[in-house]
């Protein structure tokens, strides 16, 4: 090699060095859940509980094949999936403790999950929420991804809804409410095909610390807004915490993962990038 090139390639070097091994530390030691579906329900890995469990529709107790909830050992993102056939009354969910650990003051938390879905075409009428996090009254704080009801394209939504007095203190219906009395990060042209995967990470930053509370919502990668200023206080018993997940979806999921902090915006692109999936943090 020309030694006049040096010069040229070291500066690139030190540009991308970094970004292409970065330290996967402390995503792995935040990390508390992860979910590959990889033809099983329940977790690959978890700080807390690893069974799915179901609820609803006289359903209960720890996740079983049906044909409107099945696992496949192929055809996700990342080896099999979860695939929810059609809508229905049943709810998947994992316990909280241990994955979510709910507390009183600055409790803070991330969700990442890869969905396959094209949500004008796969979902019936009514709102849609791949991914809630409940406490037992969702009067007493609820957090939720979206699909909006009427909408064409349907809106795609990240909610953080305190304290039912705090948020709604006039008792209006969510659909009838304008973008700002609602708590959430819109988008109203996202990109979810049948034909691909999409990353959609979420994350809270010190809820139950008043005002000072963020959540921030993330597709493929991309900072798409933050719910903040807001006093995104809560009332939930940590015990009664739940991640539930296909509430009224119909589509394919993948590689669910929860961690005990707010990640970063380089720690989603981190997240998203990861060749092996979530995986690549437990070697």
């Given amino acids: 090699m020309s030694p006049r090139l040096l010069p040229l390639l070291l500066p690139l070097a030190l540009v991308t060095g970094p970004a ?6 402390p995503l792995r030691q935040a990390l508390t859940l992860h979910a590959g579906f990889d033809g099983q329900f329940d977790a690959n890995f978890s700080r807390g509980d690893r069974t799915l469990y179901l609820a ?24 099999g999936a979860l695939h929810v056939t059609k809508k229905n009354p049943v709810r998947p969910f994992f316990k909280g403790p241990g994955i ?3 507390k009183a003051s600055n409790w803070s938390g991330s969700v990442s999950v890869w969905l396959r879905i094209s949500p004008d075409e796969d979902l019936e009428p009514g709102y849609c929420d791949p991914v809630q996090i409940v406490g037992g009254d969702s009067k007493k704080g609820f957090m939720f991804l979206e699909w909006s009801k009427d909408e064409t394209p349907r809106h795609f939504r990240y909610a953080i809804r305190p304290l ?5 203190p006039k008792n209006i219906d969510w659909a009838k409410m304008t973008d700002a009395e609602r708590p959430m990060v819109q988008v109203k042209r996202a990109p ?19 005002k000072a509370g963020v959540g921030t ?22 015990e009664k915490v739940q991640l539930v ?10 590689e669910l ?11 989603v692109l981190q997240v998203y990038n990861l060749r092996g999936g979530i995986a690549d943090l437990r070697k």
């Fill in 20 to 25: 292409l091994g970065a330290d996967l530390a």
């Fill in 56 to 79: 609803g529709g006289g359903t209960s107790g720890p996740a079983k094949e049906s044909d409107v909830l099945k696992v496949t050992r192929e055809g996700g993102k990342f080896g």
């Fill in 100 to 102: 979510l650990d709910y």
């Fill in 164 to 168: 039912f007095e705090i948020w709604n």
């Fill in 192 to 210: 979810f095909a049948r034909t691909k995967w999409t990353h959609v990470v979420f994350t809270w930053d010190r809820i139950n610390a008043g």
């Fill in 217 to 238: 919502l993330y597709i493929d990668g991309k900072n798409q807004g933050s719910i903040k200023d807001w006093d995104l206080t809560f009332g939930w018993d940590a």
């Fill in 245 to 254: 997940l296909a509430a009224a979806y119909v589509g394919h999921m993948d």
């Fill in 257 to 267: 993962a929860a961690f005990n902090r707010a990640l970063t915006d380089a720690e």
